[in-house]
């Protein structure tokens, strides 16, 4: 078997990128997992890279590979944010101090007395889900690297 072209590599980490931030979404509407701040941030770099990674596969090999070196680095980044979160559930260190705080103050007493029975804080350092003993935040931390790393492979692909 011989090795994955740039446009099969193209394919795999948009799909597999596409899968991923779906899982995390369904987590959300059909799990019922609420997201906290810096679930939410570890979002964003799929919330980039698939939207171009889609945009390069219809431009048809007319995209420049250097996009998906950018990928790849949005990728890295994304491992960073995933990687600090789990460090934060298994309590490696310490999160944010405003983590799970709302930024929406009541403007009086009532209506802080009122939001404090129904609110729901989402904390950072306890892991929402795990699997094996691994969190959410874990597994991101996989996917972004090998998602990165697949980036790397595809440009080294196209050369």
Request: glycine share 10%; hydrophobic share 55%; net charge positive.
């Amino acid at each position: 078997m011989g090795t994955a072209s740039y446009r099969q590599i193209l394919w795999l980490v948009t799909l597999a990128a596409t899968a991923i931030i779906a899982t995390a979404l369904a987590s959300e509407i059909f799990g019922g997992l609420v997201p906290c701040a810096l679930c939410l941030q570890q979002r964003i770099p799929y919330y980039i890279a698939v939207p171009v990674l889609v945009l390069m596969l219809l431009a048809n090999d007319k995209a420049p590979p250097a996009l998906l070196g950018l990928v790849g680095l949005v990728f890295a980044v994304g491992a960073g944010l995933a990687g600090y979160h789990a460090g934060v559930e298994y309590g490696w260190w310490a999160g944010p101090a405003a983590c799970g705080a709302g930024a929406n103050l009541p403007s009086s007493l009532a209506e802080l007395n009122e939001a404090l029975k129904t609110a729901k804080v989402v904390r950072c350092d306890e892991a929402a889900f795990s699997l094996f003993g691994i969190s959410m935040a874990g597994y991101n931390f996989i996917a972004s690297l090998v998602l990165s790393g697949l980036c790397v492979a595809g440009l080294r692909a196209r050369r």
